[in-house]
């Protein structure tokens, strides 16, 4: 079965530094990988994906994520994080395999960015 | 593009009534998915359809929760009889699955629950 992990709930950082917000997944087949963004009493909204090819994809608003495929991981960074990037931050996976398809999401991570 | 819309926006009802949410999704979007998320966690998909046929119903609890979409374009989703758990906020979302497993989802604002 998949799964994804999300294993900080809480990350903080100051204005200007960078930001890196984990996770790890687990599929059977070939992953496919994508990254959302809630702010507060809004949907979720798509940042990036992972489907093939280069590892480091990049996404909205400047992040990025590094796909990793020895250690299971696609984390979510930005070279230097602004305060309007607080926000709660999914993973989410699907296998692309068989007939599953299924959108499977992290617990979520809440980035707080200071001044 | 217009975004997914749902109303209402919050809902407040007692334990054991019925509610019904409502979605209308982008247009030309042939998939639509209503999820539930919980306080602290993940959305979790409920129920998949693919225009108007389900593709996968398998975490959605079927003895209190329904859904459909008629005409394959907007859905309802309704909760009869409620229970405390089912507080959560229910998110539908479209996607335009030329290839189902590229396309990104599009959220709405979705519609939050508190059962009394």
């Known amino acids: 079965a998949q799964s994804v992990a999300q294993p900080e709930d809480q990350v903080n950082v100051a204005e200007g530094n960078p930001l890196t917000v984990k996770c790890t997944y687990s599929v059977s087949g070939n992953p496919y990988l994508f990254w959302y963004v809630q702010y507060p009493n809004r949907g979720l909204q798509f940042l990036l994906k992972y489907i093939t090819g280069d590892n480091l994809v990049k996404g909205s608003y400047g992040f990025e994520a590094e796909f990793n495929k020895s250690q299971t991981s696609f984390h979510l960074k930005k070279p230097s994080a602004l305060v309007s990037d607080s926000a709660l931050y999914f993973c989410a996976v699907r296998d692309g395999t068989g007939q599953g398809g299924k959108l499977i999401f992290g617990q979520g991570t809440e980035l707080s960015v200071k001044p | 593009e217009a975004g997914v819309a749902q109303s209402p926006r919050y809902k407040i009802i007692e334990k054991r009534q019925s509610v019904a949410f409502w979605c209308n999704p982008i247009s030309g979007h042939a998939t639509l998915y209503w999820y539930q998320q919980i306080l602290g966690q993940g959305p979790k998909l409920l129920i998949q359809?693919?225009?108007?046929?389900?593709?996968?119903d398998s975490q959605l609890p079927k003895d209190r929760f329904s859904a459909e979409r008629l005409k394959g374009v907007d859905s309802t989703l309704k909760i009869q009889p409620a229970k405390l758990e089912d507080s959560a906020v229910y998110l539908c979302?479209?996607?335009?699955?030329?290839?189902?497993?590229?396309?990104?989802?599009?959220f709405g604002n979705g519609t939050r629950l508190t059962v009394t």
């Open positions: 979302a479209s996607s335009f699955e030329r290839n189902s497993f590229n396309s990104p989802l599009h």
């Open positions: 359809f693919q225009n108007n046929g389900v593709v996968d």
